[in-house]
């Protein structure tokens, strides 16, 4: 087995332990990308779901957001977030994280342009700061100029 064999077995285990062993943290995507014309509303369907109890303790997200073109939705400026802070400036005052039923993701972008194209991640973090999720691999969104 070569390096690059192992480095990519390694790699698929991380991604698939964690949700045969936990069995709660994930965060459910389109399997295909999103296509939406430019200048269109579009909207990425997501829901997620965590364990409801931490060592006995109940288990709440706290705050959501999304990322658009990063690895792993930390540091970064948002496309949307549910405290409204740290809000990219392309993404202010056309993007929504539609969070209104529990466990729900729903990413809502206006006006679409052409440099909105791309992997979009959700991430969660909840009321116990070292119990948070981030989806991956994500979700790809094509823009285009017709339907």
Request: glycine residues 6%.
């Amino acid at each position: 087995m070569e390096a690059r064999d192992t480095l990519h077995f390694w790699g698929l285990t991380l991604v698939i332990l964690p949700g045969v062993l936990g069995g709660e943290w994930a965060v459910w995507y389109p399997e295909k990308p999103i296509c939406a014309v430019r200048r269109s509303t579009v909207i990425i369907p997501c829901s997620y779901n965590h364990p409801d109890k931490y060592y006995g303790n109940t288990l709440k997200a706290q705050t959501m957001m999304w990322c658009h073109k990063h690895e792993n939705c930390i540091d970064t400026k948002y496309v949307c977030r549910s405290n409204n802070t740290n809000i990219s400036p392309e993404f202010k005052d056309r993007a929504e994280c539609l969070v209104k039923e529990k466990k729900n993701c729903t990413l809502k972008i206006k006006d679409i342009r052409d440099k909105d194209s791309g992997n979009y991640k959700f991430r969660f973090e909840t009321n116990k700061p070292e119990q948070i999720w981030t989806g991956q691999p994500g979700v790809d969104l094509q823009v285009s100029d017709s339907q």
